[in-house]
């Protein structure tokens, strides 16, 4: 079963980011922490660019995830963890496009050690 939460490198089909996050179908508490455990990760590695998609609303009053996490990355920003925030394009998915500030000094060789560090953890998320 594949994890909806997983971050996947984007191969030369998109230009647009380096990494997607796609949290379509994913509860809001889900969403959330996953947004959150990404933004933690990046910030002790290289900057990177993200696209995260999101859900649109259902038209029967369900609620969308895009105010929660647009508040979420915005007092990122805020906090300096991201230099970058927009919404995608209107044709694109629902979502945001961010860049990460990053560890300014982390280097290829720390962050390739952060990736291997990672593999034992169950949830497999490594952004």
Do not use: C, W
Not at 46 to 73: C, M, N, Y
């Amino acid at each position: 079963m594949v994890d909806l939460g997983e971050l996947k490198p984007l191969f030369r089909d998109n230009n647009e980011a380096e990494y997607e996050l796609d949290l379509r179908g994913l509860d809001m508490p889900h969403s959330v922490a996953s947004t959150e455990r990404m933004l933690e990760r990046n910030r002790f590695r290289t900057s990177r660019s993200v696209r995260i998609l999101i859900d649109a609303p259902d038209g029967e009053g369900g609620t969308s995830h895009f105010q929660p996490i647009g508040r979420l990355l915005l007092d990122a920003r805020k906090e300096g963890i991201l230099e970058q925030m927009s919404t995608l394009p209107p044709e694109d998915s629902l979502g945001f496009h961010i860049v990460t500030t990053g560890k300014p000094d982390a280097g290829e060789d720390e962050t390739a050690s952060d990736e291997t560090a990672d593999v034992s953890e169950p949830e497999g998320e490594d952004v």
